[in-house]
């Protein structure tokens, strides 16, 4: 940990600050969780020990709770997991994701110490739990956490006292980071990294975080490689500059933000993007044709319809009616979008789930023509190398490849390769995927650019022999990206 140092950052308690220079895609540190598990409504289709998804998981055959891919990640898993099955046998049901979590870094704390790495910063009992600025419910579900926890700790382990109890359940509360499954497009469970609760948000960060899940596939656990958070650099930062990654997606307006931070994680924001409202015109503004704008009643009004259909919209995509889903956003769209600039974030909303849903329904033409717009929308309000801009950018590239728009969709993957490269590095499972894609649609524009008629014979004999199945259910690739910084229900 040579490269970072920690400092008092002004306003904001601790912080890290670079020792040194660093260029856009750097790895600035890795580190492994002190303890992380998987969420409760994934028990049984998530890897308990690599955190992937497995085809068929194997459940444990002792405490019939933890599922794994196989033997090897049950071997590997077995340490951590020994002491966790028996107090689950002994309990006689399964306690919910956060007395799991606190009670397996309690046990690991008691059999390592408080500091289980030469690498860790910091100490948990260095870490703010926030318990005093914590609302009346959420106290209320604190002690009933330490309460079941009480019950559920095994009398043969070493004895806590509930404080210190107290303390972990809030440390992770507001520092536990959201695990992803191996191509990083779900939250799948909760872990805890010590030094990564030191980094400070920040709206327009110059650092992001993402999982690398390591090698588990050898059998020998010997050449296993541990899962990890690394914080990446996002673009040039200098030595004693500090490093900041934002806990909330920046698409928010900057109130939203300063609601989100402070009733989440519970600080006031005082960066220069809140402080000046940056952007926040653009994403509640109207659309400017030839110099003339919509007056402020025509942008409100058009703004209080689409916040109204954008609720008829997740009430029919929740009772999976996506046919409906288009009609809404279709009205909506064909009433708002000769108004609303094409950076209003309810009109973003709108183009985003209809190219999901529209190419679900295997509407590609269309799809595409949704997902280009609001690709470029994010383009005007993200930072150039933001994930949830690269995200959108590769499900763009798809849908036009798909929709046979070969040139956007070649440009559009090759713009997410690059973003990509920086946010997740070369060695990710979405990054091998898209450089599979680049390569694939480069040959394809190079067929493309020698001979049109060619081109679409050859894609039309493919499909006629391998025709496009039906996609799985629409969910917006980005919000594994946005909501990063895990929160208690």
Not at 294 to 313: G, H, I, L, N, W
């Amino acid at each position: 940990m040579e490269s970072v140092a920690i400092f008092d950052s002004p306003g904001k308690g601790r912080g890290l600050k670079a020792n040194k220079e660093f260029w856009a895609g750097d790895v600035i540190f890795s580190e492994a969780s002190i303890a992380a598990v998987v969420f409760d409504s994934l028990a049984e289709r998530i890897c308990h020990s690599c955190f992937r998804r497995p085809e068929k998981a194997q459940r444990c055959g002792q405490c019939k709770f933890a599922h794994y891919c196989d033997r090897t990640c049950q071997r590997a898993a077995w340490a951590e997991h020994k002491v966790e099955c028996g107090a689950i046998k002994a309990y006689g049901k399964v306690p919910n994701e956060n007395i799991r979590l606190v009670a397996r870094i309690l046990w690991r704390l008691d059999k390592e110490g408080s500091v289980v790495s030469d690498m860790q910063l910091t100490t948990l009992d260095e870490l703010e739990d926030h318990i005093n600025d914590m609302q009346e419910d959420d106290l209320k579900e604190l002690k009933v956490d330490v309460h079941n926890f009480l019950d559920y700790w095994p009398r043969t382990s070493k004895q806590h006292l509930i404080d210190n109890i107290s303390h972990i359940f809030g440390v992770i509360n507001c520092n536990g980071f959201s695990v992803s499954d191996q191509r990083g497009l779900q939250a799948v469970g909760v872990g805890l990294f010590p030094n990564l609760c030191l980094v400070n948000h920040n709206c327009w960060p110059n650092c992001t975080v993402i999982l690398n899940h390591g090698n588990q596939s050898a059998v020998s656990t010997v050449f296993h490689s541990q899962q990890r958070i690394e914080l990446r650099s996002l673009g040039k930062i200098e030595e004693g500059e500090e490093l900041t990654v934002s806990y909330v997606d920046y698409l928010n307006l900057s109130e939203e933000r300063q609601r989100l931070l402070k009733t989440q994680y519970y600080f006031d924001c005082t960066c220069e993007h809140c402080k000046n409202k940056t952007h926040d015109d653009v994403k509640m503004g109207g659309k400017e044709v030839e110099g003339v704008k919509p007056s402020d009643e025509q942008v409100k009004e058009a703004t209080d319809y689409c916040f109204q259909m954008m609720d008829k919209m997740d009430k029919a995509r929740l009772n999976g009616d996506y046919h409906e889903v288009v009609k809404i956003c279709r009205d909506c769209i064909e009433k708002t979008e000769p108004i609303l600039a094409d950076t209003h974030i309810y009109l973003l909303r709108m183009w985003s789930t209809m190219s999901e849903v529209q190419s679900y329904l295997q509407n590609f033409e269309e799809a595409a023509d949704y997902a280009r717009k609001m690709v470029d929308g994010y383009t005007k309000l993200y930072q150039p190398n933001n994930a949830a801009l690269g995200m959108a950018a590769m499900r763009a590239g798809v849908t036009h490849w798909q929709a046979g728009l070969i040139e956007v969709g070649h440009a559009m993957i090759c713009k997410a390769y690059a973003i990509l490269m920086i946010t997740h590095g070369p060695t990710h499972p979405i990054t091998k995927d898209l450089e599979a894609m680049r390569v694939q649609t480069e040959m394809e524009l190079r067929m493309f650019k020698q001979n049109e008629y060619v081109y679409y014979s050859m894609r039309e004999a493919a499909l006629k022999n391998k025709p496009m199945t039906m996609l799985h259910e629409p969910k917006s690739v980005e919000e594994g990206i946005k909501n990063l910084f895990h929160r208690k229900k």
